[in-house]
C-alpha cells in the first residue's frame, strides 16, 4: 500500500489534479468568509461589470458580485456531486460485493434491478426525483446518487466475481476460511482500489448531471447560485460580456479534468490496465 | 542429387523485445535449416524462443520486438530484409502457419467457407467465387472433414478444437506452400485428437512433399514426425542434428538432461524422474557465459566466462558447448603435432 | 429471427405501459405530489374524479396506444397531441442525425486510436474523448459557440439560418462520438489481440482487409451495444442543447412543464421518452445481430441480448 501511494505522489499529472481540486473546495469553503459582500446583495448601480478590485470577478445583470457567487455556487455543485458521487459508491460497492459473493437469485433479481436502473438516462432519473419528492430542495440528490449505482455494482460484481473464483481464495476456503474472513481479507483489499477509480468517475458524472439541472432551471431554487445556473444566467450575454458564462463553464471542466486525472493517477499507480469502457 | 536442398536457411537471427523491465533478448544467434521434403522439430522450454524464431521468419512479431540481425533465406530472398508488401504476398501461399490454439485463431465473425474462399482469393484474385468455393470444400474434404458443405456454413464457435486445427491447416495448405510452420499445433488438443492431426501432418508431408517447420516442447511428438530436430535453450540453439542423433548420442549437457527426463515406460514408477538443479535463466541480463551454466552438472570455470560458438560434431550435428569445444581440439592438437 | 423481433416489438407496449403504472404510482404514492395535477384529463374532470386509480391508469393506457392522445393541460386549450408530435419530430431529426453522424465519427475514430495504441495519437484521443464525455453539453456548445459565433462568426448566436440549425446536431455528435470512439477503442484494442488476427496476417490478407473487415466486425460488437446508451445521451443532450439554443423541441417541453408543474405534458414526454427508448433498444439488438452471428442462435434462449455478450 505504501508503495502504490509513493507511486501516486510520483505522478505529476495526479498530483497537480488533487491539488487543484483541494484549492477549488478550500476556496468554496473559505472565500465566503473573507469577505463583506453577500451573494445575495442585489446593487442595481454596479451592475454588469467587468474584473475589478471591489469585484474580483465582476458583476451579474443584478449587480451581484460573481467571485462569491462562484464561491457558493462551487459549495452546493461540490457538495451535491460528492455527496451523490459517495452515496452511489456506498452502495454500489455494498450491493456489488452482495451479489457477487451471494450470487444465485439474489443476484439475478438485483442485476435485474440495475438493469432497468441503467436503462434510465441520468438525467432523466435525477429530474423526476426532483419532481417527486419535491422540487428546489436538493431532492434531485437520490436521483443522481440512485443513476450512479448501477456501474458500480457491474464493476464490483464483476470483480468480487473474478476474485472469489481465482484459485487463492480457494485455497484460503479450502484451510478454512470462513465467508466473512474471504470479503474482509481478500475480496474488499482487492475491490477497494476499483471502487477509488470508479468513485472519481461517479463524483464526475454527479456533477456533471448537478450542473445540467442548475443550467436547464430545474435543480436549486434561484436565489441560490449552482455554477449550472449560474452559467444559464451569463448565457445571453456571450457577445458583450462572456466571462459571466464562460467563468463558471471552466470552473466545471476544470472539475471534471481533475476528477479523471486524479482517477486515472490511481489506476496508474495500481497498474490496472484497460478495462474502461 | 540425393542430398535434400535447404528450403529455408535461418542465419545469426537475433531478436529482441522492450519491456518495462528493459530489453529482453529472446532470440540470440540462431541458425536453423529446413530442408525440402523434410519436417525440421524447433523444441524448448517455453521462453527459449522458438515461436519467435518463428514468427521472426514471417515478419509477425508483436509490436513490442524487432529483428537485430541475421538472415532468413527462402528461395533466394532473405525474409528478414523484404519489404511488408513482399512478405504478405509469401505469407499463405509459400510459407503458411498454423497456430497453438486453433478455435481463438479463426475469425468468430465469418464462417468457414468464406474464411477460406477470402484467402484463397487474397492470392489468385482472379478466381471466382464458385471456383473458391470448390476448392476450399475439396481441401477440407482431403483434410478429412467430414461433409465439407455443411461445415462451411458454419461459424468457428460451433466446430470442435480437433476440426477447428483441420480448418487451419486447409487454410494454411490452400495456396499449396512449399513450408507449413506449425506452432505447437495439437498442444491445445486432446491426446487422442492430437494424435490424429499428427497423422495428418505425416500424411501431408508425404502426399504433397511438404516441408514442416514443427515447434513443440513436446518430444515425443517432435520423434514421431521430425526428420532433424533443434534445441533451443534461453535463446541460443544448443544443439542441432538428425532425430536420431538428438535422440540417441546427444552431445549438449541440456539435451542430455532433457532426454533423461522423458519418462520410459521400462524405467520403474518408483524412480523419480532426474531434474536440474541451479536458478532459471533471467531474461533481461543474460549472462556473460552459456546461458545453460548456472544449471549444467558439467560446468566449468570457462562456462561461466565465456560463450560456448557452435561446433561441428560431424553429420551436420552441431552443439555449442566448451565440454565439446575441447574434446574437438585435441583431435586436431594431436593431428598438428604429427606433422 | 423475423419471429422474435415481431415478439421484441410487440413487448414495447407493455414496457411503456410499465413506465406508466410507475409514473402513476409514484405520483399517488409519494408526498409531495399535488394529487389535483395528477389527473391527466382536463376536460372530464369531474368523471375522472370518480373513477378509481386502476380504472384511470387503464383509461389512459388506452388512450394513448388507440388514439395517441395523451390530454390536454388545465392551462391550455389545444390537445397534447398536436404539440408533441411537432416537438417529438423536432427533436428526433437532430438525434436521428446525430446518432448516425455520431457512428460514423466516433467508429473510425476509435479504430484509428486502437491501431496506434500505445502511441501519442491514441493518447491524445484517449484523453480528448473521456473528457468530452464527460463534459456537460453546454461547455461543448460554450466553445463552440465563443469560437464560430463570437470569433469568427461563421453562425449565429440565436439560430436564423441551416447552417445555425445544424449546430445542435454538431455539438451532440461530439459528444456522442466521443463516447462511441472510447468503445470503440476498447473492443478494437482487445480484438487486434486476438490470435486470429496473427493467423490471418500468417495467411497473406492485407493488414487493411484484417483491420477494415475481421477486426472491425469484431469491434462494432462492443461499439453496437452501447447504442441505446448513446442514444439515452443524445436524448439528454437534447435536453441542453434545446435549452441552449431555444429549440422548440421535446426537451424544451420537458423543462417548461416541470418548471409550471404541467403533469399532464410530463406524463406524455415521459411516455414518448419511454417509446423512444424501446425503440432504440429493439435497434440495438438488430443491429447486434447482424454483426454478431453466433447470436443469431443463442436468440431463441435468451431475452436480453446484451447481458448474454457480457457487456
Keep these: 500500500m505504501k508503495r502504490k501511494s509513493r507511486a501516486f505522489f510520483h505522478n505529476p499529472a495526479a498530483v497537480t489534479a488533487l491539488l487543484l481540486l483541494l484549492g477549488i473546495i478550500l476556496f468554496c469553503i473559505l472565500y465566503p468568509f473573507f469577505t463583506s459582500v453577500d451573494y445575495r446583495e442585489i446593487n442595481f448601480s454596479e451592475r454588469l461589470q467587468l474584473p475589478s478590485p471591489k469585484h474580483p470577478l465582476g458583476t451579474d445583470e443584478m449587480g451581484r458580485d460573481m467571485m462569491v457567487r462562484m464561491a457558493w455556487g462551487g459549495r452546493v455543485t461540490l457538495s451535491v456531486a460528492f455527496l451523490s458521487g459517495f452515496i452511489a459508491a456506498a452502495a454500489g460497492t455494498g450491493i456489488g460485493v452482495l451479489c457477487g459473493y451471494a450470487g444465485g437469485r439474489i443476484d439475478s433479481v438485483i442485476m435485474r434491478g440495475m438493469d432497468a436502473i441503467a436503462s434510465i438516462p441520468g438525467l432523466l432519473l435525477a429530474i423526476v426525483f426532483d419532481y417527486l419528492l419535491g422540487m428546489g430542495r436538493g431532492n434531485f440528490l437520490f436521483g443522481v446518487a440512485i443513476a450512479g449505482i448501477p456501474p458500480f455494482v457491474r464493476l464490483i460484481r464483476g470483480a468480487v466475481l473474478e476474485i472469489s473464483g481465482s484459485a487463492y481464495v480457494e485455497a484460503s476456503r479450502a484451510l478454512g476460511a470462513t465467508p466473512l474472513h474471504v470479503v474482509r481479507k481478500h475480496v474488499i483489499h482487492n475491490v477497494l482500489p476499483m471502487a477509488a477509480i470508479q468513485a472519481t468517475t461517479s463524483v464526475a458524472d454527479a456533477l456533471t448531471t448537478c450542473t445540467i439541472l442548475g443550467y436547464i432551471g430545474v435543480g436549486i431554487n434561484a436565489p441560490t447560485p449552482e455554477w449550472g445556473a449560474l452559467f444559464d444566467n451569463g448565457k445571453y450575454l456571450l457577445r458583450t460580456l462572456p466571462h459571466l458564462s464562460v467563468i463558471p463553464a471552466v470552473m466545471i471542466v476544470v472539475c471534471i479534468i481533475c476528477l479523471y486525472l486524479l482517477g486515472n493517477g490511481i489506476r496508474?499507480?495500481?497498474?490496472?490496465?484497460?478495462?474502461?469502457? | 542429387m540425393n542430398e535434400p536442398q535447404i528450403l529455408l536457411d535461418v542465419q545469426g537471427l537475433r531478436v529482441s523485445f522492450q519491456t518495462p523491465r528493459g530489453s529482453v533478448q529472446a532470440v540470440s544467434d540462431a541458425n536453423f535449416q529446413v530442408r525440402r521434403g523434410e519436417v525440421t522439430?524447433?523444441?524448448?522450454?517455453?521462453?527459449?524462443?522458438?515461436?519467435?524464431?518463428?514468427?521472426?521468419?514471417?515478419g509477425l512479431l508483436a509490436r513490442n520486438a524487432s529483428v537485430e540481425g541475421g538472415s532468413a533465406f527462402f528461395n533466394?530472398?532473405?525474409?528478414?530484409?523484404?519489404?511488408?508488401?513482399?512478405?504478405?504476398?509469401?505469407?499463405?501461399?509459400?510459407?503458411?502457419?498454423?497456430?497453438?490454439?486453433?478455435?481463438?485463431?479463426?475469425?468468430?465473425?465469418?464462417?468457414?467457407g468464406?474464411?477460406?474462399?477470402?484467402?484463397?482469393?487474397?492470392?489468385?484474385?482472379?478466381?471466382?467465387?464458385?471456383?473458391?468455393?470448390?476448392?476450399?470444400?475439396?481441401?477440407?474434404?482431403a483434410m478429412g472433414i467430414p461433409d465439407p458443405e455443411n461445415v462451411m456454413s458454419r461459424y468457428p464457435d460451433s466446430l470442435s478444437g480437433g476440426m477447428c486445427q483441420r480448418v487451419c491447416i486447409a487454410a494454411a495448405l490452400l495456396c499449396t506452400p512449399k513450408l507449413l510452420i506449425a506452432d505447437e499445433p495439437t498442444t491445445a488438443l486432446d491426446v487422442t485428437i492430437?494424435?490424429?492431426?499428427?497423422?495428418?501432418?505425416?500424411?501431408?508431408?508425404?502426399?504433397?512433399?511438404?516441408?514442416?517447420?514443427?515447434?513443440?516442447h513436446d518430444f515425443g511428438v517432435l520423434a514421431r514426425l521430425c526428420d532433424r530436430i533443434c534445441v533451443m535453450y534461453g535463446g541460443f540453439v544448443m544443439e542441432s542434428g538428425s532425430a536420431d542423433q538428438i535422440y540417441h548420442s546427444a552431445a549438449h549437457p541440456y539435451t542430455q538432461a532433457l532426454m533423461r527426463a522423458i519418462p520410459r515406460l521400462e524405467n520403474s514408477a518408483q524412480e523419480p524422474l532426474p531434474s536440474l538443479r541451479g536458478e532459471p535463466l533471467d531474461p533481461v541480463r543474460l549472462p556473460d557465459g552459456c546461458v545453460f551454466a548456472s544449471c549444467c552438472p558439467q560446468c566449468s570455470e570457462e562456462c561461466l566466462r565465456v560463450r560456448p560458438v557452435s561446433t561441428d560434431l560431424g553429420e551436420d550435428h552441431t552443439a555449442a558447448c566448451h565440454k565439446l569445444i575441447r574434446k574437438r581440439k585435441k583431435p586436431l592438437k594431436t593431428a598438428d603435432s604429427m606433422l | 429471427m423475423f419471429g422474435y423481433f415481431c415478439k421484441r416489438i410487440l413487448l414495447i407496449i407493455p414496457c411503456v405501459m410499465a413506465v406508466i403504472l410507475l409514473i402513476f404510482m409514484l405520483m399517488a404514492a409519494l408526498p409531495g405530489t399535488d394529487t389535483e395535477h395528477m389527473v391527466p384529463y382536463a376536460d372530464d374532470v369531474p368523471e375522472q374524479e370518480s373513477l378509481s386509480f386502476l380504472q384511470q391508469y387503464g383509461k389512459y393506457c388506452?388512450?394513448?396506444?388507440?388514439r395517441l392522445d395523451f390530454g390536454r393541460n388545465r392551462s391550455s386549450v389545444l390537445p397534447l397531441r398536436e404539440e408533441l408530435l411537432v416537438r417529438t419530430r423536432i427533436t428526433l431529426r437532430v438525434m436521428g442525425l446525430s446518432v448516425l453522424a455520431t457512428y460514423l465519427l466516433g467508429v473510425p475514430l476509435g479504430v484509428y486510436a486502437a491501431c496506434r495504441r500505445g502511441r501519442w495519437q491514441d493518447t491524445l484521443l484517449t484523453t480528448i474523448t473521456t473528457l468530452l464525455a464527460s463534459i456537460p453539453a453546454f461547455c461543448i456548445s460554450l466553445a463552440l459557440?465563443?469560437?464560430?459565433?463570437?470569433?469568427?462568426?461563421?453562425?449565429?448566436?440565436?439560430?436564423?439560418?441551416?447552417?445555425?440549425?445544424?449546430?445542435?446536431?454538431?455539438?451532440?455528435?461530439?459528444?456522442?462520438?466521443?463516447?462511441?470512439?472510447?468503445v470503440t477503442r476498447a473492443g478494437m484494442a482487445e480484438v487486434l489481440d486476438k490470435p486470429f488476427i496473427l493467423s490471418l496476417t500468417s495467411l497473406g490478407l492485407s493488414r487493411r482487409n484484417v483491420i477494415l473487415t475481421h477486426a472491425l466486425k469484431n469491434a462494432l460488437v462492443p461499439a453496437f451495444s452501447v447504442f441505446s446508451s448513446v442514444c439515452a445521451q443524445l436524448l439528454c443532450g437534447s435536453i441542453v442543447v434545446e435549452h441552449f439554443f431555444t429549440v422548440r423541441g421535446l426537451g424544451s417541453a420537458m423543462v417548461a412543464a416541470i418548471r409550471s408543474r404541467a403533469t399532464t405534458t410530463l406524463l406524455a414526454c415521459a411516455v414518448v421518452v419511454a417509446l423512444i427508448m424501446s425503440i432504440c433498444s429493439v435497434i440495438t439488438d438488430l443491429l447486434f445481430v447482424t454483426v454478431n452471428p453466433s447470436l443469431r442462435r443463442t436468440l431463441r434462449f435468451s431475452s436480453n441480448l446484451r447481458r448474454r455478450s457480457g457487456r
Excluded: C
Design chain 1, 268 to 277: 496508474d499507480s495500481l497498474s490496472i490496465g484497460g478495462g474502461e469502457v
Design chain 2, 41 to 58: 522439430g524447433i523444441a524448448g522450454e517455453s521462453g527459449s524462443g522458438k515461436s519467435v524464431s518463428a514468427y521472426a521468419v514471417l
Design chain 2, 76 to 112: 533466394g530472398r532473405d525474409l528478414l530484409s523484404l519489404e511488408e508488401k513482399e512478405l504478405r504476398k509469401i505469407r499463405g501461399s509459400e510459407i503458411s502457419m498454423i497456430f497453438q490454439d486453433p478455435v481463438t485463431a479463426l475469425d468468430p465473425a465469418f464462417t468457414i
Design chain 2, 114 to 141: 468464406s474464411f477460406l474462399a477470402e484467402v484463397l482469393r487474397s492470392h489468385e484474385p482472379s478466381i471466382s467465387r464458385r471456383e473458391a468455393r470448390r476448392r476450399s470444400a475439396q481441401m477440407l474434404a
Design chain 2, 194 to 216: 492430437q494424435d490424429e492431426i499428427l497423422s495428418l501432418l505425416q500424411q501431408i508431408k508425404e502426399e504433397k512433399d511438404m516441408s514442416i517447420l514443427f515447434i513443440s
Design chain 3, 62 to 66: 388506452w388512450r394513448v396506444f388507440t
Design chain 3, 145 to 182: 459557440m465563443l469560437l464560430f459565433a463570437v470569433r469568427l462568426r461563421w453562425i449565429h448566436v440565436i439560430p436564423q439560418n441551416s447552417v445555425d440549425e445544424a449546430v445542435p446536431v454538431v455539438i451532440l455528435t461530439v459528444m456522442g462520438a466521443a463516447n462511441v470512439a472510447k
